[in-house]
């Protein structure tokens, strides 16, 4: 995979020294600045440097045959990683069996709101419709960098589809970027109002699609939200898509669900635990949860585990030395593959890399950090511009403040 940006996180806000030091080395940027997978989302960079953890393929799944899962992982160890790469994939055409369209339900602060100000509402529908607006601004960023969905989406619906599409970007289009507003309207769907939308008249004694746009209209159909999004990815799916994907993330990222898991897991169970929404054509759920809820979901017998896999993304040796390597390989131009070439005699032979991924944990993110403060402390080190190699004293500071207690908290 070729790396199309040259830029890199922190490249410019290194401090001098380390700046000096990673350029001696090799490095366009430091290998290990970056520790969160959601705020590298989009950077090529990531994207060549990802490893795919044990049994990826289970999760990457088959257009064809969508099923639902719940990935468990403790922090720090891929979860938010794994469903930014699973939306890379459904983007540009990974997935074996056909097109997906991924959505992305990963804001869940209104779902948390509403339960707080009301805990006996019923948190399903409110699932359903930030799913469905979530959708409609999936489909427009699909549209955006593959022109041929925007031709069918302009030439190619019929017209009760294009109505119905309409009457959709109308009632969850609220939220909608600007330039995602500005696509619709040039593709002739979105209205205005409710005039604008495009129905075509009721007819007089039969029941057919007009009819059921129209009584939509009227606020006589909306009770249903299993049925909503069933009709929203039957629509997708006649676009060219085999299947749609919901991917919810960031359950445990509220501040009224960060130290609560038992909170978290009552967002999420309803939809967990709708076999409805969760057995509708053409549909699959991605949970990636952190591995502290799922005692809870455990608990729950409405989370049926005969009709939704579930996953424990663990890390092997193999798996945490490949993601080191490749992080060097990445930000090096491809011309350092191993902390070997850049750490003293004591240190080499795997010497450092074995140390540094038995501490780490099985943590992605610890093993990171542990890189990170290898590398800073070695710059603080260096003395008239000769200590261009990790030494022991460095790796043993770095280990020090990454794994004291202090910081592990």
Known sequence: MT?????????????????TFLKNLGFTGHPFASLEAGKEEGEEWFYASFVEPPRFSEIVGDARFPRSMLVFAPRGCGKT??????DYYCRRGYIPGGKVLSILHTDLSAI??????????PLSRFHAEMILRAGLAALC????????????????????????????VY??????????????RQLNLYPESQEGLGFLP???????????FSDLLEDKRLGSYVSLLGHFVDLVRRLGFQAVYILIDGVDELAETAADFSNAARLIKPLAANLK??????????????????????MSENVRRDRVLWYDLKWDTSHLLELLHKRLLVFSRYHIESLDQICVDALKGGRLESEMVEACGGSPRTLLRLGQETLNQQAVMMKDGNNWLISETAWQRAREMVLSPFCQR
């Open 3 to 19: 790396i199309n940006r040259t830029r890199f996180p922190h490249e410019s806000s290194v401090s001098g020294s380390l700046e």
């Open 81 to 86: 990683a794994l469903r930014v790469m699973l």
């Open 112 to 121: 948390e709101e509403a339960e707080r100000l009301n805990p006996q509402i």
């Open 141 to 168: 960023r699909q549209a955006k960098d593959e022109p041929a969905l925007q031709n069918t989406l302009q030439d190619e619906l019929k017209s009760d589809e294009r109505a119905y599409l309409r009457w959709y």
């Open 171 to 184: 009632e969850y289009g609220r939220n909608l970027s600007l330039s995602q507003m500005r696509l619709l």
């Open 202 to 212: 009721k007819p007089k004694q039969e029941e057919g699609p007009t009819q059921i």
């Open 277 to 298: 929404l969760l057995d509708l054509p053409g549909i699959a759920f991605r949970f990636f949860l952190p591995a502290e809820i799922r005692p809870y979901m455990e």
